[in-house]
């Protein structure tokens, strides 16, 4: 067992933990604070992946601007009046059935690949992957396309999200 | 040393959990952070495969970009209109918002 | 090297020497790494109690008083007595706050601004972690923050709290916007993100190249540690105290040491970011130059904040999101722009500082002109009379 596999198993068993107790809670701002260290646990996973940019901008994105918004949301939408809610629909039977088989269909399945015990390749020592991952961005050759269209996508949200959640004024 | 495999396994068993939240919750913001489990499955996913597999060819890192960036944008839209029917509704429990109009 | 010449290097291969011969490598380099965590966080947590000394010091000159001078020699020893008296004082939790997030915010306030220490290059060599996306990491932990005041105010139970740290989260999150875009810029001008390599391509100082930039983000980084004059968030004749309404004794201790450090922390960044860091006549050689070069740019950037604390009075809220969002985002973005165009156009010509500084102050012309247009458009709108009906004798 090296120091790399305990690190993982340690935290893995954080974010499955976690995300189980954010599943669960009642109490909807405890749920969104174990969101938030599932979120920690996914960016530190990146971290052994190799790709460090993109745990950083997943604590910058999700917890800092995501996991916020959420949390705003539960405390203006809290209803006061009924505090201890009960947090499962009727469904919840059929739920659980339904996501452990896909669990269990999944696990099966890419246990059974081929290349599903591959080890990883040694990443070479002078890559900048910040720099590979830029250029791949916005190079013509690369994917410049799906960026800019993201982009739109994220100003249409914006303006989107800014007209909804307007308040309505009278006569307007 | 890693194997491929036990990401995958933490992502398929991310992506359960996240499935059971939009399923069985009741409270739309609920329902919406089972979404983003879901996505940060497929995220680890994305990025394990691309680190094990196509290391030198930089599509899963920007692939994973434009998940976060499509993530963002549903939770902001998403959530928007949760505080929408909030005010018109004065109730964010899922299974009670089931007329179009009233 | 010597010893006195970068004793850093010559105590730690000592240490590894030593533990090395004890135990197997791994071990051996996990108590390397936790060493210089507790070295690193030490020395940002024993500079806050000589932060608070000096802020109380030159807030009082400012005010034309002398500050703290009974508690030891000139007052030195004033916030060791401050500390106890906090941790003296009960600690009085709400009846239905909520336990968990009522005693956790505070440590995640003072570990999100620890956390930024670990990237700032003290030196050529000593630096906690050298990331290849060092600049982005500070923007992350920046986050922590913001979710610790969220917390803080939601636990209190309290209505006026919970107002308070919506305000207050609602500035935080405005200004990180403008900070972050002018952060960008010194990215640009260092043609990448990690640390070490910002300070050691300041040649010339940022600065210089890159003025207003500098202020923009003294500004903005002024409006996220909440100092006056953006300090809605805890000021006295506003909703009570905020978010920290409801704690007592070495919480609000905690919290306390987390603003001083977070604001010393900002005069650190300016200095690295802006100001050159470590880089001075002889840092190179002699390593603890640089750390007290650092130190006197961080002090001289700690200097401009108090001073603004002193003398500018506070700003409304709706005043504040509207300087947030109608002057500061779009001027950085322009300036963003323009620092990208100037860098590609004029890459390695001689033209280039002055291109630079020829553009920022074009653009910190036109800003001024059309801020002047806009609020004289927003006085004639206001001054104008709408038309009543006038009574005509008959």
């Known amino acids: 067992m090296t120091a790399e596999q305990g690190v993982f198993l340690f935290i893995s068993f954080v974010i499955l933990f976690s995300a189980y107790a954010m599943v669960t809670r009642s109490n909807l701002v405890h749920a969104a604070l174990f969101l938030v260290v599932t979120l920690f646990g996914v960016a530190v996973v990146f971290v052994l992946l190799d790709a460090g940019f993109l745990a950083v901008v997943q604590v910058l994105v999700y917890i800092g601007a995501i996991a916020i918004l959420m949390i705003f949301a539960v405390m203006l939408t809290q209803d006061n009046a009924a505090k201890e809610q009960e947090s499962l629909n009727t469904n919840y039977g059929w739920a659980l059935l339904l996501s452990a088989l896909f669990a269990f269909a999944l696990i099966v399945m890419l246990g059974q690949w081929q290349d599903a015990g591959a080890i990883a390749p040694a990443l070479g020592a002078e890559r900048d992957t910040v720099v590979e991952l830029g250029a791949a961005l916005v190079s013509p050759a690369g994917y410049v396309i799906p960026f800019e269209v993201a982009s739109v996508l994220l100003l249409a949200a914006l303006i989107g999200a800014l007209v909804v959640a307007r308040p309505q004024k009278k006569g307007m | 040393m890693i194997p491929l495999s036990w990401y995958l396994y933490l992502s398929a068993g991310l992506f359960g959990l996240g499935l059971y939240a939009v399923l069985a919750r009741k409270n739309a913001i609920a329902i919406l952070m089972g979404v983003e489990l879901m996505l940060n499955a497929v995220n680890i996913n994305i990025v394990a495969f691309w680190r094990y597999l196509t290391p030198q060819n930089m599509s899963g890192q920007a692939f994973a970009v434009m998940v976060f960036a499509v993530a963002a944008a549903e939770v902001a839209v998403g959530l928007a209109l949760v505080i929408s029917v909030y005010r018109r509704r004065k109730t964010v429990d899922a299974s009670e918002i089931n007329l179009m109009k009233w | ?394």
């Open chain 3, 1 to 394: 090297m010597s010893f006195f010449q970068d004793p850093v290097a010559a105590i730690s291969e000592l240490i590894s020497n030593f533990l090395n011969g004890l135990l197997p490598q791994v071990w051996a380099d996990l108590i390397m790494t936790l060493l210089g965590v507790v070295v690193v966080s030490s020395f940002g947590l024993i500079i806050v109690i000589f932060l608070i000394w000096v802020e109380r010091k030159i807030a009082a000159r400012f005010q034309d008083r002398l500050g703290p001078n009974r508690a030891g020699p000139y007052g030195l020893l004033q916030t060791f007595a401050d500390m106890v008296k906090l941790v003296t004082k009960e600690d009085v939790i709400p009846e239905k706050a909520d336990r968990l997030a009522f005693n956790i915010a505070p440590i995640l306030s003072v570990v999100a601004v620890l956390l930024i220490w670990a990237v700032v290059p003290f030196a050529p060599g000593w630096i906690g972690t050298d990331l290849n996306v060092g600049v982005l990491y500070i923007a992350a932990v920046g986050s922590f923050g913001i979710l610790s005041v969220l917390m803080a105010g939601w636990s209190s139970n309290n209505k006026y709290a919970l107002l308070g740290a919506f305000r207050a989260v609602a500035q935080l999150i405005s200004y990180e916007v403008p900070m972050l875009i002018t952060l960008m810029v010194p990215v640009l001008l260092a043609r990448g993100m990690g640390m070490m390599d910002m300070v050691e391509d300041q040649a010339l100082w940022f600065i210089v190249l890159a003025p207003v930039s500098g202020i923009i983000f003294l500004v903005s980084s002024i409006a996220e540690i909440g100092r006056t004059p953006f300090d809605l968030l805890e000021a006295e004749s506003e909703i009570v105290a905020g978010y920290h309404t409801e704690y007592t004794g070495m919480k609000f201790g905690m919290f306390f040491a987390a603003e001083f450090l977070h604001a010393f922390t900002v005069g650190v960044l300016f200095a690295i970011f802006f100001l050159g860091g470590w880089r001075g006549p002889g840092a190179q050689d002699f390593p603890l130059l640089g750390v007290i070069y650092l130190m006197l740019k961080a002090f001289f950037g700690y200097f401009i904040v108090m001073w603004v604390r002193s003398t500018l009075p506070r700003i409304r809220i709706d005043h504040m999101l509207a300087l947030n969002w109608k002057f500061l985002t779009p001027l950085s973005l322009a300036l963003l722009i323009l620092t990208a165009i100037v860098e590609k156009v004029f890459e390695g010509h001689a033209w280039r500082v002055p291109a630079l500084l020829i553009g920022n102050a074009v653009i910190l012309i036109l800003s001024y002109f059309i801020t002047r247009a806009a609020s004289r458009r927003a006085t004639k709108e206001r001054v104008t009379f709408k038309k009543r009906p006038m009574a005509k004798p008959a």
